[in-house]
């Protein structure tokens, strides 16, 4: 996983010096019907935490300082087919240090993100840790090894629970920052903290590219692993 990703950074990093921007001048942008409406980190996760807690029925006052149609494209997506709408601006804190697992695990940081998710989304369909840490079933140098990846399963593969991934993913890129989130992954997209212009990428998946490692039945989200 992660060095299908270090590909795409290396392939993405003349664009990322460019003149051309990824996003704008914003913090976050979303894609709408009517344009891209840019927001700051604030109202991305005011916006991504409705949009949730509304996706499971719970009746939740709409942030009023929105541009028309942003609620709608983040708890919708786009028109023809499942897909990103919103996208901010990557950071890392360089000051954060290694972690050791919790009995869960995860490392107080994902553990972190777990709680997190669940405050906003309930119950979910979790996986990629365990207690004492998981040793396989993942690539050489995937994060889950380190305790620091959790993947949010969305089965069956169906355009609605594609989209409802993407509800997720949202909501964990515009909390990023605050959570030490590295890398989204879902849906043969990647959304990566280290790329300061933000945007989603297309994520080459090793063979065999099933649904599992193209990650279109689960959002893998992991965090940040800190200096020793």
Do not use: K
């Not at 959570?179 to 992954?185: E, F, R, S």
């Amino acid at each position: 996983m992660l060095a299908a990703i270090a590909v795409a950074l290396v392939t993405l990093a003349p664009a990322l010096v460019g003149s051309g921007p990824l996003l704008d001048s914003s913090d976050c942008t979303v894609d709408t019907p009517d344009g891209r409406v840019g927001l700051t980190h604030e109202q991305a996760q005011q916006a991504t935490t409705a949009v949730a807690l509304q996706s499971r029925g719970i009746d939740t006052p709409a942030p009023t300082d929105l541009a028309d149609g942003v609620l709608e494209a983040l708890a919708s997506g786009p028109a023809d087919d499942a897909g990103p709408v919103l996208s901010c601006r990557g950071s890392v804190d360089e000051g954060l240090r290694v972690e050791e697992l919790t009995p869960s695990g995860l490392t107080p940081r994902a553990d972190g993100v777990r709680t997190a998710m669940a405050e906003v989304f309930g119950e979910q369909s979790l996986g990629g840790f365990e207690p004492g840490g998981v040793g396989s079933g993942h690539g050489g140098e995937s994060t889950h090894y380190d305790g620091r990846a959790i993947d949010v399963f969305f089965r069956p593969v169906t355009e609605e629970n594609r989209r409802q991934g993407w509800v997720l993913s949202h909501w964990l890129v515009a909390h990023a920052a605050d959570l030490d989130i590295q890398y989204v992954i879902f849906d043969d997209q990647f959304w990566s903290a280290r790329l300061a212009r933000g945007g989603w990428h297309p994520y080459d998946a090793p063979a065999p590219a099933n649904e599992i490692l193209r990650h279109l039945d689960h959002v893998h989200v992991d965090v940040l692993a800190g200096r020793s």
